[in-house]
């Protein structure tokens, strides 16, 4: 599953960084954004002392660093990288 997980994100960020994909970033975005209701639900009880406190900061990191990338998506660069100035220019 990890390994599944792993390429699965190697491809996305591939598919944005090679074929400027706009369905993958908001495919990142989501899964992101996930990622954050998934630690907003464990949260809670890992604090409690259900689970350990190396696994809690992993996932912070983790999420925390998924954060920081889905939003260097938004940035002006990236956007003229993904085409979406000149569409909403045409528009």
């Not at 792993?6 to 369905?23: D, E, H, K, Q, Y």
């Not at 908001?26 to 406190?53: E, Y």
Request: glycine share 8%.
């Amino acid at each position: 599953a990890l390994v599944l997980s792993a390429a699965i994100t190697l491809a996305l960020w591939w598919s944005i960084t090679r074929g400027a994909s706009r369905l993958a970033k908001w495919i990142v975005v989501v899964l992101t954004a996930l990622a954050v209701l998934r630690l907003l639900i464990s949260l809670p009880s890992a604090l409690q002392g259900s689970g350990s406190i190396g696994a809690l900061l992993l996932m912070l990191g983790t999420v925390g660093l998924s954060i920081m990338a889905a939003l260097q998506l938004f940035h002006p660069d990236s956007r003229a990288w993904l085409g979406e100035d000149a569409a909403e220019d045409a528009a």
